[in-house]
C-alpha cells in the first residue's frame, strides 16, 4: 500500500547524485522539481546549480523544470539555465509528467524524476510510471520547524528504508 509513496533511490541533495552512472543506466532525460530540491522555496537558482545543470547537459542527459509554481516563478529561476519548462504542472497528476517526458522527446522509462516531497513528486512519478529520487528538502541553517506534511513523509521514508522497494537503481550516488 505504501509502495507507492516510496521513490527508487534516495539522496542527500541533488549534489550527490552520480550523473553519469544515470546516464549509463539508459536515461535520457531528469524532471525536477525545483523548490527545497534545488534551492530553498523561492530563491534563484545559485552559481552552484547552474554549474550542475551545465554538467548534466554535458553528459547529454535533457532537463525540464516541473514545478507547480507559476511561470513567473519559474522563469526567474531559469535567467541562467538553458532547460525547458512546466508550471502549474499539478503534480501529482501523472499527466504533467507524461507530458513533460512529451516535451523532451523520451519516454517514460527514459526519463527520471528528482524531488524533495513524497506526496507530489514521488507519488506523481511512481503514477505515471516513472522511476524517481527523492532528495533530502534543503533546510535553512537555524530553522527547526516543518511542516505537518514532512513528518508524514519521515514516517513513510523510515518505512521505505526497511523495504525492498529501497535502492532499486543500485548504487546512483557519486564516489566519495
Same mark, same amino acid.
Not at 53 to 72: A, P, V, W, Y
Not at 76 to 83: C, E, M
Given at each position: 500500500m505504501l509502495e507507492k509513496y516510496y521513490p527508487y533511490a534516495y539522496a542527500g541533495s541533488v549534489f550527490d547524485i552520480d550523473y553519469v552512472k544515470l546516464y549509463a543506466c539508459g536515461?535520457?532525460?531528469i524532471l525536477f522539481d525545483i523548490d527545497n530540491t534545488l534551492v530553498h522555496h523561492g530563491a +534563484?537558482?545559485? !552559481? =552552484?546549480v547552474e554549474a550542475l545543470? &551545465? =554538467?548534466?547537459?554535458? #553528459?547529454?542527459?535533457?532537463?525540464?523544470? $516541473?514545478?507547480?509554481?507559476?511561470? =513567473?516563478r519559474v522563469r &526567474?529561476?531559469?535567467?541562467?539555465? @538553458?532547460?525547458p519548462y512546466l508550471c @502549474?504542472? +499539478? *503534480?501529482? @497528476? !501523472?499527466?504533467?509528467?507524461?507530458?513533460?517526458a512529451e516535451m523532451l522527446g523520451v519516454s517514460k522509462k527514459e526519463a527520471i524524476v528528482i %524531488?524533495?516531497? #513524497?506526496?507530489?513528486?514521488?507519488l506523481g512519478a511512481n503514477r505515471c510510471g516513472m522511476p524517481s529520487i527523492l532528495v533530502h528538502y534543503i533546510v535553512i541553517p537555524g530553522v527547526?520547524?516543518? %511542516?505537518? *506534511? &514532512?513528518? $508524514? =513523509? *519521515?514516517?513513510? $521514508?523510515?518505512?521505505?528504508?526497511?523495504s525492498k522497494y529501497r535502492n532499486r537503481l543500485g548504487n546512483i550516488l557519486r564516489d566519495c
Open positions: 536515461y535520457r532525460a +534563484d537558482a545559485t !552559481p =552552484e545543470f &551545465r =554538467e548534466i547537459h554535458g #553528459i547529454g542527459l535533457k532537463t525540464l523544470l $516541473l514545478s507547480n509554481n507559476d511561470e =513567473e &526567474r529561476f531559469i535567467r541562467n539555465i @538553458d532547460t @502549474d504542472a +499539478d *503534480k501529482p @497528476d !501523472p499527466a504533467a509528467y507524461q507530458k513533460a %524531488g524533495d516531497q #513524497i506526496f507530489t513528486d514521488i527547526t520547524k516543518i %511542516g505537518k *506534511k &514532512r513528518y $508524514l =513523509e *519521515k514516517a513513510v $521514508l523510515s518505512m521505505y528504508q526497511r
